[in-house]
């Protein structure tokens, strides 16, 4: 299944690093979403970009920092990040309006590891 | 209280058995519901919406109470493939997108 690809699958940063996590939706949707999953949590909603704007950001701390380029393609830049944001990141995306299902769909993740 | 709530399991069954998850939840708000399973260190994969009516996908059976404040799965013929974390985000239908979830189910079909 490729609806959702992510890249990298896998990445180890130490805390002084910058990187950026992508995505991609091939499904023709109009919403894209990131979301972390820690050990032992439930998958927390970090942001919401609805037709390339942003309309939600979850008190994430600003050493994350989204960007959507377009309704296809999503980023999440990182930088500075502390042991505790290792995690998996989940993009998503939805087709939203006013008829809609509102079923979102994941991509495979980025699992992240500080040092 | 936690706006999901799910039994975490884990929920030990042999083939072929027939097993039932519930999942509460606290906000009356309109809302839509949806079943997802999740592999180990895989992302959640959509199961099956929600409906008011209830629906059905071959083995799987999905029942909405908006009275009790509960949805529920029902597993029939349960196979060794079903192993898996069941997860059962809501969401608001008017303002937020965002999918609330718990943490999940833990189903596991022994031999």
Redesign the interface.
Known sequence: ETGVTQTPRHLVMGMTNKKSLKCEQHLGHN?M?WYKQSA??????MF?Y?FKEQ??N?SVPSRFSPECPNSSHLFLHLHTLQPEDSA?Y?CAS?Q?GAVS?????????T?LTVT | RKE?EQDPGPFNVPEGATVAFNCTYSNSASQ?F?WYRQDC??????LM?VYSSGNEDGRFTAQLNRASQYISLLIRDSKLSDSATY?C?R?E?TG?????????TRLLVSP
């Open positions: 919403a979403y032992k949590k439930p998958l927390e909603l919401v609805n309309t939600e979850n998996l989940l939805s939203e299902s509102y079923e979102q769909y994941f991509g495979p993740g699992r | 999901v839509s949806f260190r895989k992302e959640p994969k959509l919406s997860l985000p969401r239908n937020f997108q965002k999918l609330v979830f718990g943490t999940g």
